[in-house]
């Protein structure tokens, strides 16, 4: 909207109006209006949020640590989704298809997260929605958001899978595409919410990994460095750069009031929202394998979880002492602030490398 509004002042009114035209002056402005939105409306909501009585439903066979947490604020990633939504349509070329998928899939899971939380708090209970009505409805919103990329993809590159770390090596996916693409979008949703255990946990590392992706992103979306760096150029990604840059900005303002001890939870209408939407630009920039490696802590976590699961099924013995992963290390007598800011450092450190598979080729 806002963007509109600058090209047409600055060709009619005045030329200096074009600095808004920049991806990255709009990209910036994404940041910082996510940021501010989520910061000045947060206070209000949990408010709202505490005369409601939305508070969450902790698990009694948790870490007893947990227990004084119940009846915090839950739901405050609807906060995450306002602001990032709002900047997104201030900021963004609204002709691009691409920030109309992304902002659809994200809204789209952020709804079966905030119906799973709701079932929660109605009837007192920390189990929601049913795993296979969740699993079902994120698979529709997947295999949607896989139809319309492959049935508009116009260059083979835009199905083929990219191999980090390898100079222009792609593997052609053809019709496997859909299911692939699928299971990122869906996988990398329920990891972040897998991960959303702890106060900050899952939050700071998807700030990180959605900063990495702004830069793949402006990368893909520009021929001349795309062709320079040896990545599938895709016309008209590099819009989802402002995207990004509103998750950060949400992303951000989200933690200074979930930050540890947390004043409000972010509740599955958040974490199934920003997993999805890490997932989908993920697959649009070409970069879903690179998204395995910069969101190393979501797969460990699910992979716990899965491993934990397939372990007691079997054998009737479990590998952790408790999954998600992080439970593990509380039990283990872990603060809960040092296995938050250890899972930070961890990811620090995959996203560096995954953004290193840009010259490391």
């Known amino acids: 909207m806002l963007y509109s509004l600058f090209e047409f002042l600055a060709q009619h009114v005045y030329s200096g109006f074009h600095v808004f035209s920049y991806l990255t002056m709009r990209a910036i402005l994404g940041v910082l209006t996510a940021l501010l939105i989520a910061l000045f409306v947060g206070p209000g909501m949990i408010r709202r949020l505490v005369d409601l009585k939305i508070g969450q439903q902790v698990r009694r066979d948790g870490p007893q640590t947990h227990l004084t ?88 590159a835009q199905t083929a899978l990219l191999i980090p770390f390898s100079k222009e090596v792609m593997l052609p996916l053809g019709l496997l595409f859909i299911p692939f693409t699928w299971l990122v979008i869906v996988g990398s949703s329920n990891a972040v919410n897998l991960t959303d255990g702890l106060d900050g946990l899952a939050i700071m590392p998807t700030v990180m990994v959605a900063g990495a992706l702004a830069v793949f992103a402006y990368l893909t979306g520009n021929f001349k460095f795309a062709t320079y760096l040896g990545i599938p150029y895709v016309a008209g990604v590099g819009e989802l750069v402002v995207f990004c840059g509103a998750l950060v900005g949400s992303g951000l303002g ?103 598979s840009l010259k490391v080729r």
């Open 69 to 156: 947490k119940a009846g915090t604020p839950t739901m405050g990633g609807a906060l995450i989704l306002i602001a990032v939504a709002l900047s997104t349509l201030f900021w963004s070329d609204l002709d691009n298809r691409y920030v109309w998928l992304v902002l659809i899939v994200t809204m789209a899971t952020g709804i079966i997260g905030g119906i799973d939380d709701y079932k929660k708090l109605r009837y007192g209970s920390s189990r929601g929605l049913s795993a296979r009505s969740k699993f079902f409805w994120q698979s529709v919103i997947g295999f949607a958001a896989a139809g319309y990329l492959f049935s508009s993809a116009v260059e083979p």
């Open 254 to 356: 989200f933690l200074w009031f979930n930050t540890y001890p947390a004043q409000v939870f972010m509740g599955d209408v958040g974490a199934l929202a920003l997993g999805a939407a890490l997932g989908v630009v993920a697959v649009v920039v070409r970069q879903e394998l690179v998204l395995v490696i910069m969101g190393g802590v979501f797969v460990m976590e699910t992979v716990s979880v899965i491993l934990q699961v397939g372990s007691f099924k079997l054998t009737g013995k479990r590998v952790f002492k408790m999954a998600p992963l992080h439970h593990h290390f509380e039990l283990k007598g872990w603060p809960e602030p040092r296995v938050i800011v250890r899972f930070w450092i961890v990811t620090v450190i995959l996203v560096l490398i995954g953004l290193a």
